[in-house]
């Protein structure tokens, strides 16, 4: 699987835009980008994923850049609740038994 | 919404105890996962398994055994607790073999003194 290098930390004021990224540089072609997140003492959420094209769901955008090597998760308006450890996994789309790579992600802590 | 629960919030044994964690997930879930979480190590899966009966060894089975005798249940045994098993330990579960997120509990912190 294709290591991926986030900042430890970031912070980001309540009603703002939270854009964390992640690199991603020898991603494969068939590896998607996978985002999960961490609230403090519950087990990790999904977020998002994607291989090449842009995504948005109701939580959160994925931008991946045109030669993959790195991707930028967007929380368009930050919310107190947003605070969590951020990991951003790459991983082939297996049929059966997928095995998720945890590191150790970003810490965003959304400020008032 | 999905549920996945584990058995205890908390959990402290002693060492040579053997050891049960439970997890049960409530959406008819194929796969299912055991994970250790430690300060700098990231999460690292322990076990898993994409049916009944069936498991996978993951990437520290070591002093762990599993089972999954019905679909909705994977239990994680410490046959005999030693004090670095002491760890968060988390449950996640996913539909099937062509999908690909995780649904996690919400994880058991494990003592072993």
């Known amino acids: 699987d294709a290591k991926t290098t986030q900042p430890t930390s970031m912070d980001c004021a309540e009603g703002r835009a939270a854009n964390l990224p992640c690199n991603h540089s020898?991603?494969?072609?068939?590896?998607?980008v996978y985002w999960y997140r961490q609230i403090h003492s519950q087990g990790p959420q999904y977020i998002i994923h994607?291989?090449?094209n842009n995504e948005t769901n109701e939580m959160a955008s994925l931008i991946i850049t045109e030669d993959r090597k790195s991707s930028t998760l967007i929380l368009p308006h930050a919310t107190l609740r947003d605070t969590a450890v951020y990991y951003c996994i790459v991983r082939v789309f297996e049929t059966s038994g997928s095995r998720l790579t945890f590191g150790e992600g970003t810490q965003l802590t959304v400020n008032p | 919404d999905v549920k996945v629960t584990q058995s205890s919030r908390y959990l402290v044994k002693r060492t040579g105890e053997k050891v049960f964690l439970e997890c049960v997930q409530d959406m008819d879930h194929e796969n299912m996962f055991w994970y250790r979480q430690d300060p700098g190590l990231g999460l690292r899966l322990i076990y898993f398994?994409?049916?009944?009966?069936?498991?996978e060894k993951g990437d520290i089975p070591e002093g762990y055994s599993v089972s999954r005798e019905k679909k909705e249940r994977f239990s994680l045994i410490l046959e005999s607790a030693s004090t670095n098993q002491t760890s968060m330990y988390l449950c996640?579960?996913?539909?099937?073999?062509?999908?690909?997120?995780?649904?996690f509990g919400p994880g058991t912190r494990l003592t072993v003194l």
């Open positions: 994607g291989l090449k």
């Open positions: 398994s994409y049916d009944v009966k069936m498991k």
């Open positions: 996640a579960s996913s539909p099937g073999p062509t999908y690909n997120e995780q649904f």
């Open positions: 020898t991603i494969s072609g068939n590896e998607y």
